[in-house]
């Protein structure tokens, strides 16, 4: 009976845990405009809809062109940062790693709130490139650890070799630090990727007319339960799944 | 001396990017908390009458006092559900599935934030899957509130933490050498104190930080209980964007963040003792 009780606990929590995730699946084939039970269809006339509304594709267009852009500018600050840090003695070392991680310790309803005031003292215009300015300063902390945390002896020892055989300091750095140190510049891109493309708050208070998708599912919202809400939510799971699995194979896989 | 400012050459753009967009905002704000609105314009200067208000108005203090209550009821029950299942995890499920057993465990912590909480109004909603459960089972007559309550948005939160601290609390269990373990049975300790004396405080570290990361994250989110809650209570977040929508009043809303943040640092300072911030 005790031994039961361990498995039991896990089938509770799968259940808790995949509750919301399943309903919101199934009923994203719902056949009728509400999507609560009881369940009719299958039907995929939601996915048509939606996949056929302009302002979801071009919110999901947004949303790749902030992720990808603000990842590309955190983990290349981050990186450079980290190599920095690593391989040369700085004074005041231990207060730069401090201040370049302190906003991973600030709710992004801060930082999004500073950027918000500062840039409207400003007058700059909202828009995908300010949002894109917030997702960079979240994502910089991250990828500046990561990378950071990798940076290892091993491959100090290789870039020393490849300096005495003659390399520049560019070369060095392209031929064979950032190889080295692929799977980690690729995991904290992947992750920043996925934290950016499912950002809210920065993104909602530093948009104007052009927005992110997760904003738009914001204002879609606004109008209660529908099983359009529910079909871009699942691409939206499909979407993350995605690059997750993605990461998982391209990252990890390759330390074997 | 080369070596050096080679150094701040690669350290510089960084350094830059968070002084200008991270330290130079947030200066900015401090200094906006401290202003004032005459009418429409703002006046800056060193007033302290946005704190003041905080005493003074109930429904600000209040929502200082429901972010607590609902940040403090979340981090504890998502630790006390996450670290059996952690466990079980980590000891139960044989070696070859706990990869699996972990990542599916996970998975749905990948639903957009926003995303997520909308599913938990769907299920939770009154022609939702949990009270047409409830009526099915002859549980209740007629469907319960539960949608744009407290307990909604607490559910929605510890939903997501448990994933969190699944995975930190997991990945803390499997760096323990399992010599402790056989140990502590081959002195004699039976499951319960092995537990207790040993797997408990060699887990702690690990605990604090993930509790510490469910308090920071939770306390500064504005979605889930804007969603889930409804409007009957506001929490601080909830309370800030109404500064920032409805009354353009950015000092107000500015002394709002800076108490947020003050929040942040008790807690961590509470927790100070066990945390390991370098292994966030």
Redesign the interface.
Known sequence: MSRAIPWAYLALMFGFIYLPVGALVLFSFQDGTLPVPPFEGPSLRWYADVLGDEDLTAALLNSLLVAVGSSAVAVTLGFLAAYGLARFVLPGAALLRALLIAPMTVSYLIVGLGLLIVIQRIGLPLSLLTAGIGHAVINLPLAFAIIYASMGGQQQNAERAARDLGAGEIAVLRLVTVPMLAPAILAAFFLSVTLSWDEFIVAFLLTRFDVTLPVEIWSMLRSGLSPRLNAIGSVVFLISVAAVVLAELLVFRRRR | MT??R??????A???I??LA??????A??GA?SLATLDGRTLVWGLSLSNYAELAEKAYLWRAVVVSLEITLTVTALSVL?AY??AW??AY??PERWQRLALL??I??F???????S??????L?R???VN?ALIGLGLTAEPVTLANTRLATVTGFV?FF??LLTLTIYANLRQLSPNYRRAAMDLGANAVQTFRHVILPLTLPGIVTGAFLTF??C?????TPQ?LGGNTELTV?QV?MVQ?GRRAD?PL??AL?LV??AL?TLA?LAGARWLR?DR?
């Open positions: 070596g050096t080679a150094g701040w050459g690669f350290v753009p960084a350094l990017w968070t967009f991270f330290v130079l905002p947030f900015v704000m906006m559900l059996p299942l079980i995890i139960r499920v599916l465990a998975l749905p990948w639903t957009s934030y926003v995303v997520r909308y599913a938990w109004l769907l299920v909603s022609e939702g899957v047409q939903h448990v994933m920071v994250l306390i500064g989110d504005y979605i969603i977040p800030i920032l950015f809303a500015s963040a947020l943040m942040v961590y911030v966030l």
